[in-house]
C-alpha cells in the first residue's frame, strides 16, 4: 500500500513539473501556479483588497490596470514604476505620462502588506500588478485569464524609458505601431489592449489639442462627432482646467465591454489615440475596430491573450531582480 501511494505521488510530481515545463517555456519562465503551495491565499487576498477598493471609487479599477501597462511598457514588467525617487534614482512617477496621472500606488501597498502578513517576501510586487489588472478587469465585468507568475521587482527605476517608451494621448497611428512593436506586441495587441479604454477617465490636458488645434491651424478635429465635440468643450476650456476628467467610454465608465469600439465608429473616441485606430489609415487597425465591435466574445479573447504577451514583456526571473518586501523601495 504504501509502496503504491509512493508511486501515485511521485506521479503527481513529475506530471505538475511537466506542466512547469511546458508553462514556464511558453511565458519566459513564468508560471500560473507559482504561489500555489508557497501563498494559496494569494488570490483571496488581492481580490479582498480589490473589491474593496473599487467599490469606494469604481475608476480604481481602470487605475491599476493602467498601472500594469505603463510599468510593462518601461523595461519590461519589473514593478519599477512603483519605486519613490531614491539617491539612485528617479522615480517613473515624475516622468511625463505619469505625474499628476498614475494612480493606486496606495492599493498596491494594501495588498502587499496583507501579503507580507501572511506569507513574507514570497509573492513579488510585479506579480501584483499583474494580479491586480486581471482582477479588476473581471470586477469590471469583463473577461478572467490565467495570469503567469514568477516576475522579479526591479532594483532601479527607469525615468528616461517612462518618458519616450509610453505612448501618448495625441500619438499617430504610426508611432504607436511603433512603440508597441518596440515590446513584441502587433497591430492586433494593439487594437485589444486600446479597448482597455472601456474604462476609466483621461484629464482635459490630454484631449485639449483634439478640440482646439488638432494640426496647428486652431481648428478642433474633424473626425469629432459635433455634440460630442460640444460636450467636450464645456469640460475642457481652452486654458486652464487641465485636471477636469471626461470618460474614455461615455456608455458604460465603469463597466468593461466593447462599447469603446462602437463608440469609435460614431466620432467618439475621446483620444486621439484612440480614434486613429479607426481613422489612421492602415486596414487592420480598422478591420479590427469593427470586428470588436460587433463581437464582444472576440474583442474578450483577444484582450486576454494580449493581457499574457505584454505581462510577459521582459521579466526578471530568478536572481535577476528581488522581491522588494515594500513596493516603493528596494530591499
Not at 216 to 241: Q, R, V
Not at 249 to 269: E, M
Request: proline content about 4%; some cysteine.
Amino acid at each position: 500500500m504504501a509502496s503504491s501511494l509512493g508511486l501515485v505521488m511521485l506521479f503527481l510530481s513529475c506530471a505538475i513539473f511537466q506542466a512547469f515545463l511546458v508553462s514556464s517555456s511558453n511565458n519566459g519562465g513564468l508560471f500560473p501556479d507559482l504561489y500555489q503551495f508557497s501563498c494559496p491565499q494569494a488570490n483571496e487576498i488581492i481580490m479582498s483588497v480589490l473589491e474593496e477598493a473599487i467599490a469606494k471609487d469604481p475608476r480604481m479599477a481602470a487605475s491599476l490596470l493602467r498601472l500594469h501597462f505603463h510599468d510593462c511598457f518601461v523595461q519590461g514588467c519589473d514593478a519599477s514604476v512603483l519605486l519613490d525617487n531614491s539617491s539612485a534614482f528617479e522615480s517613473e512617477k515624475e516622468a511625463g505620462p505619469n505625474k499628476n496621472s498614475l494612480r493606486g500606488f496606495e492599493v498596491i501597498d494594501q495588498i502587499k502588506a496583507k501579503l507580507e502578513q501572511v506569507c513574507p517576501h514570497t509573492v513579488s510586487c510585479a506579480d501584483i500588478l499583474a494580479l491586480a489588472a486581471r482582477d479588476s478587469v473581471v470586477l469590471s465585468g469583463g473577461p478572467y485569464w490565467e495570469v503567469p507568475l514568477g516576475r522579479r521587482d526591479s532594483k532601479r527605476a527607469y525615468f528616461n524609458k517612462a518618458n519616450v517608451n509610453i505612448p501618448a494621448p495625441n500619438s499617430t497611428i504610426q508611432t504607436l505601431i511603433s512603440l508597441f512593436n518596440r515590446q513584441g506586441l502587433n497591430e492586433k495587441d494593439l487594437v485589444a489592449l486600446s479597448g482597455a479604454h472601456t474604462i476609466g477617465v483621461a484629464r482635459c490636458v490630454s484631449f485639449r489639442q483634439r478640440l482646439y488645434n488638432q494640426k496647428g491651424n486652431h481648428l478642433p478635429d474633424a473626425t469629432l462627432e459635433k455634440t460630442y465635440y460640444n460636450d467636450l468643450k464645456s469640460i475642457c476650456p481652452t486654458s486652464g482646467g487641465d485636471n477636469n476628467i471626461s470618460p474614455l467610454d461615455i456608455a458604460s465608465p465603469n463597466r468593461f465591454d466593447n462599447s469603446y469600439f462602437k463608440l469609435l465608429l460614431l466620432g467618439k473616441g475621446l483620444l486621439n489615440s484612440d480614434e486613429v485606430l479607426l481613422t489612421g489609415q492602415v486596414k487592420k487597425t480598422k478591420q479590427l475596430v469593427k470586428i470588436y465591435a460587433e463581437n464582444e466574445a472576440i474583442f474578450f479573447h483577444q484582450f486576454s491573450k494580449s493581457m499574457v504577451k505584454m505581462g510577459n514583456i521582459s521579466p526578471l526571473t530568478e536572481l535577476k531582480g528581488e522581491i522588494r518586501k515594500n513596493c516603493r523601495r528596494v530591499n
